[in-house]
Structures are given as structure tokens and as C-alpha cells.
């Protein structure tokens, strides 16, 4: 079954400290995975894709194939990062699977 | 430019009326995409378009959702005989599969559908 599993319904986390949101796929072929951020009153926008393996605010994703996760790093959180984020996974088919989404709430 | 936009941006309605829902990709755009974004249920694929046809409409939750779109743009989900469960923000989705935006997803601002 294709499937995207972000287990963590709320995090938050002291501003400064690391953040870590967890997502795991499952997916038989080649997976092409997304974080995507909601920020307060915003529209759900990309933050990162795993095939540009770029930083995009301090934010970094590595695919892991054989744990097949891809969880969302930031070493620093600041308080701007609060904000709704969703891990995706395109299929073959061009199909978009959302996790159901994680709330990082930055402490200050 | 312009992005998605999606009309109306807030719908009330009452339970057992149907209700059509508009989105306007961005313009070049051939894939499509809607989902339904519900409290604790995150983003819900609906069913998405690639041109005018719809490869997969297995995430329509019922026979009372439909959706088309013509002329490889303008996209219409409709919901026949609205029920409360149907309240949520329905959210619309552009792609391109090719250049710098290759399979990024650019949303709409949602559409707030309320069945009282």
C-alpha cells in the first residue's frame, strides 16, 4: 500500500533548539518525496523536494531508502517556523500522497 | 503572476443542496489537483487531472462527488445532496511537469465549505 505516516500530530520545541518532524513512506518503486509548510493565514506552499537536495531556511530532508523516511531537520528552530508541515510522496502514476501533517509550535 | 485561485473562497450551504466549487490553475499548468483539508484529518486527495481527463478518481469519498474540467483549465468539483461531513476547506492544486518547478504543486487559497 502506498502510504505516508508522519507520526507526530503536535511538536513543539524551544526556540534554538534542533527540530526533527518524522515521516516514513511506503512505496514499492522510486519515490519522489516533498515537505510542504502552511504558515499561519498562508496557502500550503513547497519548502523542499528530496531530488533538489537543497537547505531552504536552514531546513534539510534525506531520503533514507532503506528506513524509507525522509524527516525534516532543522538544527536551530526559530520562532518563525512555527506552521503546519506535510510530507508527500509522488507516485509513478503522478499521484500525491499527503501525511496528515504535523504542527511544529516554536517556544520562545 | 497570477496563481490558483479558487471561488468562492467561503460557501454555507444547507444539508441536501448541491454545491459547485471553481479553481483556476495557473496558466500553462496541465496537471490538477484537489484535495480536502479537514481538522485532524490533514490533506485529502480527491482526484487530479492530467489535461482534461482524470487518470485516478479513487479518492472521491462518495457518488455525490464529481469533478471536470475543460478545455485543459478550469476545474469544477461539484458535491451533490451536501452533508455536515462534507464541511471542510477544499483545496486546489497546479502542476507542471517540467522545468524549475518540476512537479511542485502551487495551491489555491481554499475554498471553506460549511454544511449547517
Known amino acids: 500500500a502506498q502510504r505516508v505516516t508522519q507520526p507526530e500530530k503536535l511538536l513543539s520545541v524551544f526556540k534554538g533548539a534542533p527540530v526533527e518532524l518524522k515521516c516514513n513512506y511506503s512505496?514499492?518503486?522510486?519515490?519522489?518525496l516533498f515537505w510542504y509548510v502552511q504558515y499561519s493565514r498562508q496557502r500550503l506552499q513547497l519548502l523542499l523536494r528530496h531530488i533538489s537536495r537543497e537547505s531552504i531556511k536552514g531546513f534539510t530532508a534525506d531520503l533514507n531508502k532503506g528506513e524509507t523516511s525522509f524527516h525534516l531537520k532543522k538544527p536551530f528552530a526559530q520562532e518563525e517556523d512555527s506552521a503546519m508541515y506535510y510530507c508527500a510522496l509522488m507516485t509513478g502514476d503522478d499521484k500525491i500522497i499527503f501525511g496528515k501533517g504535523t504542527r511544529l509550535h516554536i517556544l520562545p | 503572476g497570477a496563481g490558483v485561485s479558487q471561488s468562492p473562497s467561503n460557501k454555507v450551504t444547507e444539508k441536501g443542496k448541491d454545491v459547485e466549487l471553481r479553481c483556476d490553475p495557473i496558466s500553462g499548468h496541465t496537471a490538477l489537483y484537489w484535495y480536502r483539508q479537514s481538522l485532524g484529518q490533514g490533506l485529502e486527495f480527491l482526484i487530479y487531472?492530467?489535461?482534461?481527463?482524470?487518470?485516478?478518481k479513487s479518492g472521491l469519498p462518495s457518488d455525490r462527488f464529481s469533478a471536470e474540467r475543460t478545455g485543459g483549465s478550469v476545474s469544477t468539483l461539484t458535491i451533490q445532496r451536501t452533508q455536515q461531513e462534507d464541511s471542510a476547506v477544499y483545496l486546489c492544486?497546479?502542476?507542471?511537469?517540467?522545468?524549475?518547478?518540476?512537479?511542485?504543486?502551487?495551491f489555491g487559497p481554499g475554498t471553506r465549505l460549511t454544511v449547517l
Open positions: 512505496y514499492s518503486g522510486s519515490p519522489e
Open positions: 487531472f492530467q489535461g482534461n481527463s482524470a487518470p485516478d
Open positions: 492544486a497546479s502542476s507542471f511537469p517540467g522545468g524549475d518547478t518540476y512537479n511542485e504543486q502551487f
